[in-house]
């Protein structure tokens, strides 16, 4: 059995249908008061870019952006501040910001103190 993607009450075909005033409606406050606002001019051109060419791969750096419904099924490139993080949208990212899919940090792993970090280093051979 094929479980169905339902977000606040209502199933993805009627959202998928839904414009951006309708489905402001049925988001989290943040999001709406975001979508109420209006989207900003770098939001507003990747939204038209994205209905023009739904099938092509788009670069962005706007990772406030909430992820709307028109936009699943896109591939991103989103910048996480080095280079472009690819990321495929799908039905249970909406109500998201983009940037919550491209981590800016690392995670660091610590490998052997180096060379003069501890009393006993003094004693090791250099090679």
Known sequence: M???FMFRGKEWEDISK?????YSKIVTSRERRTLKRGLTIVQKKLLEKIKEKPKKFHKTHSRDMVILPQMVGVKI???DG???ETIEI???MINHRLGEFALTRKQIKHSSPGFGATKSSKFVPLK
Request: cysteine-free; aromatic content about 12%.
């Open 77 to 79: 490139g989103l910048f």
């Open 90 to 92: 799908k039905p249970e």
């Open 18 to 22: 839904m414009g951006i005033e309708e």
């Open 2 to 4: 094929v479980k169905k």
């Open 82 to 84: 080095k280079k472009y």
